[in-house]
């Protein structure tokens, strides 16, 4: 033990002169009890509590009748301790210090010091209310559920009813874009009149809309300056991919559109960094001038010329809707004198088949045109049935212009010999099944006649089908014909049974 002279040397002199309790620790003999073994030292940086409240005890700020026990000095400065941390959270609850401190020692039911003890109960009382009232606006409160008056007051507005059909809902995609407003500033002028003219069906047809798209690409690349910076076949695809995804907004790409759109960017990206700026657009020019040249207006002599042979005096052909391909051949065969008469058949809403048959009818051929609902009886007269189509799959399947597939079924069913007339650049290694998993959906309002309004006697006709509850009108663009419907596909490279497809498409890919 420390004598107490040696513990109170340090000192005021007031605290020296004051009488010890022989009862009482001392702060010194405290902080050698710490430096014994199996004892904490108090951490550095943090007040002592319990010393000094020993020592206003010595220097008589607080009577010795009310000194407070070991125990009860840990509890206050744990109670100080909360006081600092309810400090730091009051910004954040927006409740005062007090509050907390008195809630948070009702709700333990303890009283930290015993001048307070009076005063605990009603704190503990009043803060339970506050509490109470408290939770009913804090951040964690439940959400009140509204009267039943402002309710009844306001009806709900009827849901409006969906006009998709649910089994083909994954092929809406956005609205097909009409005008050029909204379009970015970067889009060529071109690229906004093609959007346009595919939009309204101004340039229709496989084979159209490819040319037309190499053609305004070309022009993209002649006006195109490569940034600072940058090297041309680094940026120059992604210039393109904005120009083509416009497109894209306006109506979805074709197949062959696809795989020119493809074969160019593979053509871009073989160009070396060094080339002069100049020098690489014209050689794209060049390129997209030959592929033109090569896979559809060379591609189409060579079709028409082999498919022309197959057509004799006296033939009735029978095809369906518009195919550039088609009506060259036919034209191929009047050309080489054969006397064979047409059946157009055609189909809402397009009509396509009304402009093939008035090119042949000009050129001199005789023409019969029926819609497809009369396909059963003008089959009766057909010798060979002639299609075009807008691609081929790999498990060689017919994707065309929906219709294809009854004509193809009805004309098969009545032996006649179906044949196919198609490019190369139409041909995709995608497989197709069915027309529900990949399709194109037009616009529903396009199968409504300029006519169709309200009758005579009032009854809703298709012109207000959007009114007419549980009615959902569906425009696909193209359904899928089986291989085993089709007699023989003639290509540029021959004819070809549909089981070859894939490998055509590999030769012409790596060609």
Not at 43 to 54: F, L
Not at 135 to 164: W, Y
Not at 394 to 409: E, K, P, Q
Not at 455 to 484: C, F, I, R
Request: with cysteine; hydrophobic share 35%; aromatic share 4%.
């Amino acid at each position: 033990m420390v004598p107490p002279a040696a513990s109170d040397a340090g000192r005021a002199p007031q605290d020296t002169q004051e009488p010890v309790n022989p009862g009482q620790t001392n702060g010194s003999e405290q902080q050698i009890d710490s430096l014994r073994p199996g004892k904490k030292a108090p951490q550095k940086g943090k007040p002592n509590t319990i010393n000094r409240d020993q020592e206003k005890i010595k220097a008589g700020e607080i009577p010795k009748d009310e000194k407070l026990s070991g125990k009860e000095l840990k509890e206050k400065a744990k109670a100080e301790k909360a006081a600092k941390r309810a400090r730091e959270k009051q910004g954040r609850h927006g409740q005062p210090v007090a509050e907390i401190q008195e809630g948070k020692q009702a709700s333990k039911g303890v009283v930290k010091d015993p001048m307070l003890a009076d005063s605990a109960t009603p704190a503990a009382k009043s803060q339970h209310r506050r509490r109470s009232s408290a939770s009913a606006t804090g951040q964690k409160s439940l959400p009140l559920r509204p009267a039943v008056s402002e309710a009844s007051s306001q009806p709900a507005e009827p849901k409006k009813e969906d006009k998709k059909v649910a089994l083909l809902e994954h092929l809406y995609g956005h609205p097909r874009r009409t005008t050029i407003a909204g379009a970015a500033k970067d889009i060529h002028p071109s690229v906004l009149s093609l959007g346009l003219q595919l939009s309204s069906y101004e340039i229709c047809g496989s084979n159209a809309r490819s040319v037309a798209l190499l053609l305004v690409l070309k022009q993209v690349i002649a006006s195109y300056t490569t940034p600072i910076g940058t090297s041309l076949p680094r940026h120059l695809t992604t210039h393109l991919s904005s120009q083509i995804d416009y497109l894209v907004s306006c109506r979805p790409l074709s197949v062959s559109q696809g795989n020119a759109i493809r074969w160019l960017k593979v053509i871009i990206s073989a160009i070396d960094i060094n080339t002069p700026e100049h020098q690489a657009k014209n050689e794209l020019c060049l390129a997209i001038d030959n592929f033109i040249r090569e896979r559809i207006t060379v591609a189409d002599q060579v079709i028409a010329a082999n498919a022309a042979e197959r057509i004799k005096d006296g033939d009735v052909i029978m095809t369906y809707g518009k195919s550039s391909i088609i009506e060259k051949t036919l034209a191929e065969a009047y050309h080489q004198g054969k006397t064979f008469k047409v059946i157009v058949v055609d189909s809402r809403p397009l009509f396509e088949g009304k402009n093939i048959a008035k090119a042949l009818a000009e050129l001199g051929i005789e023409v019969q045109y029926s819609l497809i609902h009369g396909l059963s009886y003008v089959i009766k007269s057909a010798t060979k049935a002639m299609l075009g189509v807008h691609a081929v799959m790999s498990n060689g399947r017919l994707y065309s212009r929906i219709g294809t597939a009854m004509v193809a079924m009805t004309a098969k069913d009545a032996r006649l010999p179906v044949i196919v007339c198609c490019e190369s650049i139409k041909f995709t290694d995608r497989v197709a099944l069915d027309s529900f998993v990949h399709n194109e959906v037009a616009p529903p309002d396009e199968l409504i006649m300029p006519n169709d309004s309200e009758s005579e006697n009032g009854e809703a006709t298709l012109g207000t089908w959007k009114e007419v509850p549980n009615l959902q009108l569906l425009n696909l663009m193209y359904d899928v014909t089986p291989a085993e419907y089709v007699d023989v596909i003639v290509t540029e490279y021959g004819n070809l049974p549909p089981s070859s497809v894939p490998g055509v498409w590999r030769l012409s890919t790596n060609s």
